[in-house]
T-cell receptor, first 117, second 110 residues
Framework: EPEVTQTPSHQVTQMGQEVILRCVPI?????FYWYRQILGQKVEFLVS??????SEKSEIFDDQFSVERPDGSNFTLKIRSTKLEDSAMYFC?????WGTGGPYGYTFGSGTRLTVV | QKEVEQNSGPLSVPEGAIASLNCTYS??????FFWYRQYSGKSPELIMS????GDKEDGRFTAQLNKASQYVSLLIRDSQPSDSATYLC??????????FGPGTRLSVLP
């Protein structure tokens, strides 16, 4: 079964440092996403990415965040200057298409737990 | 603000019973509805999607959608201890993102 791969599984960083979270989406998927889940809270949408550009982003995805697809396989989330409140599980997801009648279900990666100290 | 609400639980059912999980959503224009299962510390795993009013069955799982009442539910028949997890309702309202509910924690007792 194809899967979305995320690295690292756990990252600890000091406040103010930059972090890059990495994802390898499923190879024939065209849409890529980042979500986050603060411990004990809801899964929240950050950004969607299609055709090498951001297609949607939430209010959470401010200027501290950026995404990139540097090559044909990787999809990265960069947080420029981490804050304590950025501590969360970050999930990458991908989907095959965005069809009429709604989206196809996502396949989520296993997540990166980011701890900002 | 688009909201998705679920009872947080825990919902406890004995093994072999039917578990019923409910979800309501605020945006009447919502088009697609998904149920995800999330084990503690793990990522959400898609169980079912539903787009039209009525029931949709897949194995032991049945999703039910009532757009007039803005209500979607998930029934799990013959519940097993391995079904113990948090069940997330996710709703799409036409954009390229889902709004997730807070999840209902299900505990299936042997």
């Amino acid at each position: 079964e194809p899967e979305v791969t995320q690295t690292p599984s756990h990252q600890v960083t000091q406040m103010g440092q930059e972090v890059i979270l990495r994802c390898v989406p499923i190879s024939n998927h065209l849409y890529f996403y980042w979500y986050r889940q603060i411990l004990g809270q809801k899964v929240e949408f950050l950004v969607s990415f299609y055709n090498n550009e951001i297609s949607e982003k939430s209010e959470i995805f401010d200027d501290q965040f950026s995404v990139e697809r540097p090559d044909g396989s990787n999809f990265t989330l960069k947080i420029r200057s981490t804050k304590l409140e950025d501590s969360a599980m970050y999930f990458c997801a991908s989907s095959e298409a965005w069809g009429t009648g709604g989206p196809y279900g996502y396949t989520f990666g296993s997540g990166t737990r980011l701890t900002v100290v | 603000q688009k909201e998705v609400e679920q009872n947080s639980g825990p919902l406890s059912v004995p093994e072999g019973a039917i578990a019923s999980l409910n979800c309501t959503y605020s945006d009447r224009g919502s088009q697609s509805f998904f149920w995800y299962r999330q084990y503690s510390g793990k990522s959400p795993e898609l169980i079912m999607s539903i787009y039209s009013n009525g029931d949709k069955e897949d194995g032991r799982f049945t999703a039910q959608l009532n757009k007039a009442s803005q209500y979607v539910s998930l029934l799990i028949r013959d519940s097993q201890p391995s079904d113990s997890a948090t069940y997330l309702c996710a709703v799409n309202s036409g954009g390229q993102n889902f709004v997730f509910g807070p999840g209902t924690r299900l505990s299936v007792l042997p």
